[in-house]
């Protein structure tokens, strides 16, 4: 888990945001969380699961 966090701001349909917080409380989780799982599937898809390594000394 990742020890810091940042802010991410995105603008949405309304009717999807809708939609979407549906689907999230379905699977009884929230919208932040699912958005996190995408960026890290996303990530370790482009990156390899690994992508972490090299760069921990950047901030």
Not at 1 to 12: D, G, P
Not at 24 to 30: F, L, S
Request: aromatic content about 6%; overall charge neutral; hydrophobic content about 30%.
């Amino acid at each position: 888990m990742e020890n810091r966090t940042a802010r991410l701001t995105l603008l949405i349909d309304p009717e999807k945001k809708v939609a979407f917080e549906e689907l999230c409380k379905q699977e009884d989780v929230t919208p932040s969380q699912k958005v996190r799982q995408f960026i890290r599937e996303y990530v370790e898809e482009r990156l390899g699961p690994d992508w972490r390594e090299g760069r921990k000394d950047r901030s």
